[in-house]
């Protein structure tokens, strides 16, 4: 089944913890991206990355990094997570140049307290 | 500069009722895609449709329907005789540029009630 994975899909955790949620494709997609979600702001990219070893930022990437080291992966790091990065994340990928629609995980809700 | 407008950001409707979700969008580009997504209270995104720019059709999918007009910027969506398994978000959204876009600009999303 064609699908994007994350993990793990909760995850509440403390101020300055190190945490990475993974999310993983299988239909072979050139594009990923992570958005975030919250109340009253819709969703908003976080990172995004072109193929393997191609990343850049999107319009909210402070206090995160990614990286892209095979295709299918592309992990979301927060290095020291704070409460103002609460929210619900999502993973997306699509195909290459020409392909418009974007497939999403089912959703990291992460709470850091 | 927002892209896309949801302007309402909650209705309620008794089943059965007709609801339109009103969706205004603004680019300057001549190729774009405009897109629309439940999410239901189960917390996924569900892709409904996708319209581009050059394609003014209006599209009917059962009890579904999208009217795009370029020349109000609008893509909305009406829901014909809803159901209470149609209360969800639902996100409007923009992908600008032929190649395919590296991002996907929503709306902050309208909250429908289907009140049995």
């Known amino acids: 089944e064609a699908q994007v994975t994350q993990n793990p899909r909760y995850l509440i955790t403390v101020t300055g913890k190190k945490l990475t949620v993974t999310c993983s494709q299988n239909?072979?997609?050139?594009?990923m991206s992570w958005y975030r979600q919250d109340p009253g702001l819709g969703l908003r990219q976080i990172y995004y990355?072109?193929?393997?070893?191609?990343?850049d930022k999107g319009d909210v990437p402070e206090g995160y990094k990614v990286s892209r080291k095979e295709k299918r992966n592309f992990p979301l790091i927060l290095e020291s997570p704070s409460p103002n990065q609460t929210s619900l994340y999502f993973c997306?990928?699509?195909?290459?140049?020409?392909?418009?629609?974007?497939?999403f995980g089912p959703g990291t809700r992460l709470t850091v307290t | 500069a927002q892209k896309v407008t949801q302007a309402q950001t909650e209705i309620s409707v008794v089943e059965k009722e007709d609801v339109t979700l009103d969706c205004v969008y603004e680019?300057?580009?001549?190729?774009?895609?405009l897109f629309w997504y439940k999410q239901p209270p189960s917390g996924e995104l569900v892709f409904l449709i996708r319209?581009?720019?050059?394609?003014?059709q209006n599209e009917i999918s059962g009890r579904y329907s999208w009217n795009f007009q370029k020349s109000t910027s609008s893509f909305n969506f009406t829901i014909t005789a809803s159901q209470v398994v149609d209360s969800a978000v639902y996100f409007c959204?923009?992908?600008?540029?032929?190649?395919?876009?590296?991002?996907?600009?929503f709306g902050t999303g309208t909250r429908l009630t289907v009140i049995p």
């Open positions: 997306a990928s699509r195909g290459g140049q020409g392909y418009h629609e974007q497939y």
């Open positions: 680019t300057r580009d001549t190729t774009y895609y």
């Open positions: 319209r581009n720019s050059f394609d003014e």
């Open positions: 990355s072109m193929n393997v070893e191609v990343t």
């Open positions: 959204a923009l992908s600008e540029g032929q190649t395919g876009a590296n991002n996907l600009f």
């Open positions: 239909m072979n997609h050139e594009y």
